[in-house]
C-alpha cells in the first residue's frame, strides 16, 4: 500500500480544533474525509498520517486507512480548485494540545528528505521513508501507550480489510454460498466470482485483476468470518464437503462458532475418521462428527441422547430441530408431520434439561 502525509493547520483549515475533539469522542463513528494532493495513485486501502502544522504544538496527531478510492468534491477553500477527497478510517487520534505527539522536530530528524512543516496536503512518501515513519510511529505509541487513557484513543482495525490496489499482494475473500458453490471477491479491485473449487474462483480473480491492471499480484485466500489460526482447516473442511456433496446436501449453518462450523461441515462430507486425523482435524471434531452419525436401530431420542455428550454436536442437533419445529416452512401437516414435531419436541425438552456448561 501507498503512504500519504495529510497536512492540518486549524488556523485556516475548514477543520477546526472542535471538531478534531468532538470526532475523539466519537472515532468508531467516524465520519471524517480529507483532500488529497496526489490523488493519481491514491487507493482505498493506503495508509495515512495527518501532521498538524502552523502554530502550536505541531506533528503527528492521527494515523489510519482511506476508507475509500478518490473522489471529486468541492474545494473546502471556497477557491474553486479541482479538489479530490478521500474518507478516513482513523486507528490513532491524540489530542495535539493535551498530550505528547510525535513532533516535526522528531519527523525532520529521522526524515531529514522530507518536509514536515506543511504544503500541499495528501503528499506520497516514498516507500523507503514510509517503513521508517511506521516502525518510528510504533515505537512512539508504545513509549506513550498512557496517552490513550485521556485525550487520546486507539480503534482496533483490522489490517487485513485494508488492502489496496497499489498492494502488491491481494486477498481474495471466500464464502460457502447456499447453493454449496464458492464465492469469492476482491475489495479494491472491486471483481468477484463463484465456482466449483477454491483454485477456479482463485484463478477467475486472478485474471480478473490482471484485466484490470496488467498485473499479477500475490495471492492470498482468506475465509469470511474465519480466524486466523482456522483459515487451513476450514478450507480442507470446505473441500471435503464439496468432493462428496449430494445434490440435497446445501449447507445451512446458522452457527458462529468456526469448529462447530467444520463439524457440520465434515458431517456433511462422510468423510471417515481417519481421512480426518489425516488431515489434521482434533479428536473433538472427530468424535462430534462420529456421534452425528445416526444409527439404523436408534430411536431419535437415543440418538440425541448418545450425541449431546459433545458440545459440537449438542449444538448441531439443537439447530436441526429449531428448523424441524417451524412449521410455516411446511405444506401441509399430516400424521407423519405430527409424528415428526412431536419427536423434536421431546428431544428439545431434553437439550433443554441439560445443564449447560460454564
Known amino acids: 500500500m501507498n503512504t500519504y502525509?495529510?497536512?492540518?493547520?486549524?488556523?485556516?483549515?475548514?477543520?477546526k480544533l472542535d471538531d478534531f475533539q468532538e470526532k475523539l469522542r466519537e472515532l468508531e463513528y467516524n465520519d471524517l474525509n480529507w483532500s488529497v494532493w496526489e490523488h493519481e495513485k491514491a487507493s482505498c486501502g493506503d495508509r495515512f498520517y495527518m501532521v498538524r502544522c502552523g502554530e502550536g504544538k505541531t506533528g503527528i496527531c492521527m494515523s489510519g486507512y482511506f476508507a475509500s478510492d478518490p473522489y471529486r468534491g468541492e474545494d473546502w477553500s471556497g477557491?474553486?480548485?479541482?479538489?479530490?477527497?478521500?474518507?478516513?478510517?482513523?486507528?490513532?487520534?491524540?489530542?495535539?494540545?493535551y498530550r505528547a505527539i510525535l513532533t516535526t522536530e522528531e519527523l525532520s530528524r529521522a526524515i531529514p528528505d522530507f518536509d514536515w512543516t506543511g504544503g500541499h496536503s495528501g503528499r506520497l512518501l516514498e516507500a523507503g521513508f514510509a517503513e521508517q515513519l511506521e516502525e518510528l510511529w510504533k515505537k512512539f505509541l508504545a513509549a506513550n501507550e498512557e496517552i490513550f487513557a485521556?485525550?487520546?484513543?486507539?480503534?482496533?482495525?483490522?489490517?487485513?480489510?485494508?488492502?489496496?490496489?497499489?498492494?502488491?499482494?491481494?486477498?481474495?475473500?471466500?464464502?460457502?454460498?447456499?447453493d454449496g458453490r464458492i464465492q469469492g471477491f476482491n475489495?479494491?479491485?472491486?471483481?468477484?466470482?463463484n465456482g466449483d473449487d477454491v483454485e477456479c474462483v482463485k484463478n477467475q480473480l486472478t485474471e480478473q485483476i490482471y484485466q484490470k491492471t496488467d498485473k499479477r499480484p500475490e495471492i492470498e485466500i482468506n475465509w469470511r468470518y474465519v480466524e486466523d489460526e482456522y483459515q487451513e482447516l476450514y478450507g480442507k473442511a470446505i473441500k471435503l464437503f464439496l468432493d462428496g456433496k449430494k445434490e440435497d446436501k446445501y449447507p445451512d449453518m446458522p452457527f458462529g462458532n468456526t469448529e462447530i462450523m467444520m463439524v457440520y461441515l465434515l458431517w456433511k462430507s462422510s468423510a471417515n475418521p481417519?481421512?480426518?486425523?489425516?488431515?489434521?482435524?482434533?479428536?473433538?471434531?472427530?468424535?462430534a462428527v462420529d456421534l452425528l452419525e445416526r444409527k439404523p436401530d436408534e430411536t431419535f431420542l437415543q440418538y440425541v441422547e448418545r450425541a449431546s455428550d459433545n458440545e459440537y454436536?449438542?449444538?448441531?442437533?439443537?439447530?436441526?430441530?429449531?428448523?424441524a419445529?417451524?412449521?410455516?416452512?411446511?405444506?401441509?401437516?399430516?400424521d407423519d408431520t405430527v409424528k415428526m414435531l412431536n419427536e423434536?419436541?421431546?428431544?428439545?425438552?431434553?437439550?433443554?434439561?441439560?445443564?449447560?456448561?460454564?
Open 313 to 323: 454436536a449438542k449444538d448441531i442437533i439443537k439447530a436441526g430441530i429449531y428448523n
Open 150 to 178: 485521556v485525550r487520546a484513543i486507539k480503534d482496533d482495525i483490522d489490517q487485513t480489510y485494508y488492502t489496496s490496489k497499489n498492494d502488491k499482494k491481494q486477498i481474495l475473500y471466500l464464502s460457502l454460498s447456499d
Open 5 to 15: 502525509i495529510l497536512f492540518w493547520n486549524p488556523a485556516i483549515s475548514s477543520y
Open 274 to 287: 481417519a481421512l480426518l486425523k489425516e488431515q489434521g482435524f482434533s479428536e473433538d471434531i472427530i468424535k
Open 187 to 193: 475489495e479494491p479491485f472491486e471483481v468477484k466470482t
Open 79 to 97: 477557491k474553486g480548485k479541482e479538489t479530490y477527497y478521500v474518507d478516513l478510517d482513523p486507528d490513532v487520534m491524540i489530542h495535539p494540545d
Open 325 to 334: 419445529l417451524d412449521i410455516a416452512s411446511l405444506n401441509r401437516i399430516n
Open 344 to 358: 423434536n419436541l421431546e428431544a428439545l425438552h431434553y437439550l433443554e434439561s441439560i445443564p449447560s456448561e460454564e
